[in-house]
């Protein structure tokens, strides 16, 4: 008889054992997957520790003072977004509202930068990081001043709203950069 019982003893410290590797396989398959899924789609939203400038309500968007762009060439960059307002900025995003030369002439909208970015809200008080990509689109090479501002998205902005804000208005937010043009 005590050799039956180690029998039927070693029998289910195997199925126990076989049990114990599908379910730590699958628990393997389910983070793996779900780690994939958010990679996803936060690629193009950083956390705010990889930005080298914290967006604060004194300096709520991140951008460097300067930012050198090769002529006809794309930069990649990281920036953040602090929402001071007393509303979320719903689908806020970047994009370039106006440059000038160094005459003080504004730039066509057909040869101004072109920031592409992804659309996220952000609370009232509440911080975010972006990463961007500013595309220069003909520009000789010099210095401009330019505005970047935070706004809706989907939504064309004129010029005269960029000093307009309110919960109902289109832009959150704007600062002024040096966009540096090499050739």
């Not at 060439?73 to 509202?97: C, E, H, I, W």
């Not at 970015?117 to 990081?129: I, L, R, Y």
């Not at 000093?163 to 704007?174: F, I, L, N, S």
């Amino acid at each position: 008889m005590n050799k039956k019982g180690d029998l039927a003893l070693s029998v289910n410290a195997i199925v126990i054992v076989v049990i114990s590797f599908v379910v730590l396989g699958l628990a393997l398959t389910l983070t793996r997957s779900i780690f994939k899924f958010a990679g996803e789609r936060a690629e193009s939203v950083i956390p705010l520790t990889e930005l080298e400038a914290k967006p604060t309500p004194d300096n709520p968007i991140t951008i460097s003072d300067t930012v050198s762009i090769t002529r006809n060439g794309k930069q990649t960059l990281s920036v953040g977004y602090y929402n001071k307002n007393d509303y979320p900025a719903v689908n806020a995003r970047f994009s370039m509202a106006i440059c000038q030369d160094e005459d003080g002439e504004t730039i066509d909208a057909d040869k101004r930068p072109i920031i592409t970015s992804p659309a996220q809200t952000t609370k009232a008080s509440e911080a975010k990081g972006y990463k961007i990509i500013l595309t220069e689109n003909g520009l000789e090479s010099g210095v401009y001043i330019c505005t970047v501002m935070v706004h809706k998205a989907n939504i064309d902005v004129t010029l005269d709203q960029l000093g307009e804000r309110g919960e109902d208005k289109p832009v959150y937010d704007t600062k002024q950069f040096f966009l540096k043009v090499t050739a």
